[in-house]
C-alpha cells in the first residue's frame, strides 16, 4: 500500500536556491538516505509537493526525508559537464605525481557517460636520464598513464565509457610528476569533459 506526505515551499525546502524543487534530484535524494521505502514520485502541485513511497517509511527515515528536503537546493542534474584548460602551462620540479588541472562534475543523473581527455606533456629539457609522468585520475581511480623524456610537447588523451548512479559527482584530474634527474615537467593545453551518450 502506498503512502504519501506533502511538502511546502517555502516551509520545508528553506535551502532552495530555485523556484522549486527538483524532482527527480529530490527522489534520489531521497532514496539514497532512507531503507524502509522507496520513493516514487514526486508530485508537482506549487507550492505544495506530494511525496509519494511504495510503503510507509519508517518514524526515522520520515525524519530523514524532513532533512534531505531541508538541505534541497533545487538545482537540477547537470546532463554534461565540459572544462578546458587552454594554453596553460603548469610546472612541477618534485617527483611525486601532483594534481595539475581537475574537473569536478555536479551531480549527475544515473546512465553511461563518455569521458574524454587531452593534454600536451614535456620535460623543459631534453635529457635521457630525466621524464615526466602523466595520469589520469577517475574517482580517485588510475585510468590511464603516458611518460616520455622529450623537449618538445608529446599530445597525451584518450577517453573511456563509465556508468554513474544518481547523484554521482565525479572528478576527473590529471596529474604529473617529474622522473629522474632534477627537470621541470610541463602540461599544457589540458582539456577534459564527461557527457551523457
Known amino acids: 500500500m502506498s503512502y504519501e506526505i506533502i511538502k511546502s515551499v517555502p516551509a520545508d525546502f ?32 506549487h507550492p505544495d509537493y506530494t511525496v509519494q513511497f511504495d510503503v510507509e517509511p519508517s518514524a ?10 531541508a538541505a534541497h537546493t533545487g538545482v537540477p542534474f547537470a546532463t554534461g559537464v565540459q572544462k578546458l584548460f587552454a594554453e596553460a602551462v603548469m610546472t612541477e620540479t618534485g617527483n611525486s605525481y601532483v594534481e595539475k588541472a581537475s574537473l569536478q ?31 589520469v585520475m577517475w574517482g ?11 623537449s618538445f610537447y608529446q599530445a597525451f588523451g584518450g577517453s573511456v565509457i563509465v556508468t554513474i548512479a544518481d547523484l554521482e559527482a565525479p572528478e576527473l584530474s ?17 582539456r577534459m ?3 551523457p551518450i
Open 174 to 190: 590529471i596529474e604529473l610528476r617529474r622522473v629522474g634527474t632534477p627537470n621541470t615537467a610541463q602540461l599544457r593545453r589540458v
Open 105 to 135: 562534475s555536479a551531480p549527475l543523473s544515473a546512465g553511461d557517460y563518455l569521458v574524454n581527455w587531452y593534454s600536451e606533456i614535456a620535460v623543459l629539457l631534453a635529457d635521457a636520464t630525466s621524464g615526466v609522468q602523466a595520469r
Open 14 to 45: 528553506p535551502a532552495l536556491t530555485q523556484p522549486g524543487p527538483d524532482g527527480p534530484v529530490l527522489m534520489a535524494q531521497i532514496n539514497a538516505a532512507i531503507s524502509t521505502a522507496e520513493c516514487v514520485s514526486i508530485i508537482n502541485n
Open 140 to 150: 580517485g581511480v588510475e585510468r590511464a598513464e603516458s611518460s616520455h623524456n622529450l
Open 60 to 69: 526515522g527515515d520520515l525524519t530523514l526525508v524532513d532533512s534531505v528536503c
Open 193 to 195: 569533459a564527461i557527457a
